[in-house]
């Protein structure tokens, strides 16, 4: 049972154009969400977070909006440069509830066209 | 932030055979530490949540004879693959909690199983 998924496997962006990716998740527990970077037979690198008690959260050039009634989150990337190409998984947890476990979702791959 | 150190990076077993993958937090003490699966072009799943000094719990699905998990100190978790067959081949993270890493968990770098 995938609690959270990310429905567009792939996604194209023009360089210096915004990059909109977006997450949605069924348990309505989870109170903290995440967005990781990884690249192939590494680990997940983390890129920004928001709990659930903020709708939007901001660093640099990534913003996270998060939309708890519709249980939908987005990550904007802007401008998009090519080294941002990586695939991208938001991930949730019920952590301010003291819950451990994380959860991710299926992947984004992103390519950023020069 | 933490450090969390996981080997080996690659391990190419035969079938039948069981491989250990070790994950270490070198810097803090992990309580729990998170162990997931990768298949190709898919999410991470998680498996199982290893608690220092007491049982894993498993992830429906995951069979706790297949993978061992035991978490025998503050610094190591350790996941072995009993009786690997070629549909284990897979990649495996492990994970910890810690409230100074941004984020609040931190990752091994994976380890890259391949079952001939």
């Known amino acids: 049972d995938q609690q959270v998924k990310q429905n567009s496997p792939s996604l194209s962006v023009q360089e210096g154009r915004i990059s909109i990716l977006n997450c949605d998740y069924t348990n309505s527990m989870f109170d903290y969400f995440l967005w990781y970077k990884k690249y192939p037979a590494e680990g997940p690198t983390f890129l920004i977070s928001i709990s659930s008690i903020k709708d939007k959260n901001e660093d640099g050039r990534f913003t996270v909006f998060l939309n708890k009634s519709a249980k939908h989150l987005s990550l904007h990337i802007v401008p998009s440069q090519p080294g941002d190409s990586a695939v991208y998984f938001c991930?949730?947890?019920?952590?301010?509830?003291?819950?451990?476990?994380?959860?991710f979702g299926t992947g984004t791959r992103l390519t950023v066209i020069p | 932030g933490a450090v969390v150190s996981q080997h080996p990076s690659r391990v190419i077993c035969k079938s039948g055979t069981s491989v250990k993958i070790e994950c270490r937090s070198l810097d803090f003490q992990a309580t729990t530490m998170f162990w997931y699966r990768q298949f190709p072009k898919q999410s991470l799943m998680l498996m199982a949540t290893s608690n220092e000094g007491s049982k894993a719990t498993y992830e429906q699905g995951v069979e706790k004879d297949k993978f061992l998990i035991n978490h025998a100190s503050l610094t190591l978790s350790t996941l072995t693959v009993t009786s690997a067959h070629p549909e284990d081949s897979s990649f495996y993270i492990c994970s910890a909690r810690d409230s100074r890493t941004p984020g609040g968990y931190t990752f091994g770098s994976g380890t890259r199983l391949t079952v001939v």
């Open positions: 991930a949730a947890s019920a952590y301010l509830g003291g819950a451990n476990n994380l959860f």
